[in-house]
């Protein structure tokens, strides 16, 4: 049998079946390969993909060299380049917000470590090159700025609130107006007013993600996010116990009340492992979380076991070094990637956006 043909309008030909993960939709049909070259048994390439995209920048890579090499048997040599791809967010909702996703983290009950949860994900994101901001929802009990150890109020330049930027993260926090140790005693019109503030008056610029710390419970808190702008989807964060779970159920309901997609739910405090021999103690059960995501048909994020430098980190206000802790990173590294997967296939199930423009 002849060879397949091999040359460069063959290798664009073939990457038509690959999909950018931000929009689904051809990287050939985007213009976002360039650069084919077919030489001497050798192709190379270079594809641009969105900051959106970071964290599957490795996996797109890897499946296109993967398909160009079943593809061409007849080649010796695949090598895709990579290069950022610039698509700017639109915006999006009532106010106005210049975000291409928008997750909300929230929890059936406290104590959970929603907060810090949200946080490692925010990081996540930005390590891995998405430009991302994090809103501190949690009105009563606004935990962000302990966790990131940022202390100072944000500036007011040209009638827009400056988030305060932290490790390259862009912050908003009712924690940095209201003095410490005071409580907010707010109702409900109130407390709709100060999230809409903090979405509609701060200027945040183009973001790939903002994250939502959401209060704990079901609140009025989602339902005032349904009604400003269109949320990408919820991470539920609950711990392994029943107790845990029967509230994190309840959180599921809420988010599909009000139209929100669930991205999935997180084991937190997922078993304890002891530095001193290594071993696991499950001290709240395991596998919970897993187990109802099962029955209720929400994807599982992964697990984050009870570590103690998670709780330094956290009380050090440095929670950014939670990726350097070899037990913690590999599973928020998991739970990150696994995150930005769902978040792509969701927009591969969606209908494309028609006469969308490559900028």
């Known amino acids: 049998m002849a060879d397949v043909q091999f040359d460069a309008n063959a290798v664009r030909t073939a990457l038509d079946t690959i999909k950018d993960p931000e929009t689904g939709r051809s990287v050939v049909a985007m213009g976002q390969v360039s650069d084919i070259s077919v030489s001497g048994g050798q192709v190379s390439l270079t594809l641009g993909l969105t900051t959106h995209s970071a964290p599957l920048w490795d996996d797109t890579i890897a499946d296109t060299k993967q398909l160009l090499e079943s593809k061409f048997p007849q080649a010796t040599k695949v090598t895709v380049n990579h290069k950022v791809y610039d698509r700017r967010p639109e915006k999006i909702g009532e106010i106005g917000l210049t975000a291409k996703s928008v997750i909300a983290v929230g ?9 810090t949860v949200a946080s490692a994900i925010a990081y996540g994101l930005q390590r891995a090159g998405s430009v991302v901001g994090l809103v501190d929802a949690d009105v009563y009990g606004p935990s962000i700025p302990q966790l990131l150890g940022v202390q100072q109020r944000p500036e007011i330049i040209n009638n827009r609130i400056q988030p305060i930027e932290k490790d390259g993260l862009r912050v908003m926090s009712m924690g940095f107006l209201v003095p410490p140790g005071e409580a907010v005693v707010w109702r409900g019109p109130m407390l709709h007013g100060a999230i809409t503030q903090f979405l509609r008056d701060t200027d945040w610029g183009d973001l790939d993600y903002l994250v939502i710390d959401m209060p704990p419970g ?14 990408s989807g919820s991470v539920i964060v609950c711990t392994p116990q029943e107790v845990a779970l029967l509230d994190a159920v309840k959180a599921i309901a809420m988010f599909r009340k009000v139209n929100i997609p669930i991205l999935g739910m997180v084991e937190n405090m997922s078993g304890f492992i002891c530095p001193d021999n ?3 103690y ?3 059960g395991s ?3 897993k187990q109802r995501a099962a029955e209720m048909d929400v994807p599982f994020l992964g697990e ?9 980190s956290g009380d050090k206000g440095q929670m950014s070094s939670v990726f350097e802790d070899e037990t913690t990173a590999p599973c928020l590294q998991q739970l990150i990637q696994q995150l930005a997967k769902n978040l792509s296939t969701k927009v591969m199930e969606d209908p494309p956006l028609p006469n969308l423009t490559v900028l």
């Open 287 to 289: 596998g919970g979380a």
């Open 304 to 312: 984050i076991p009870i570590n103690v430098g998670i709780r330094v």
């Open 218 to 231: 079901t609140g009025d808190i989602a339902l005032t996010l349904s009604q400003l702008l269109p949320l």
């Open 107 to 115: 929890s059936g009950k406290g104590g959970v470590g929603k907060s």
């Open 282 to 284: 499950d001290i709240f």
């Open 278 to 280: 290594g071993k696991r």
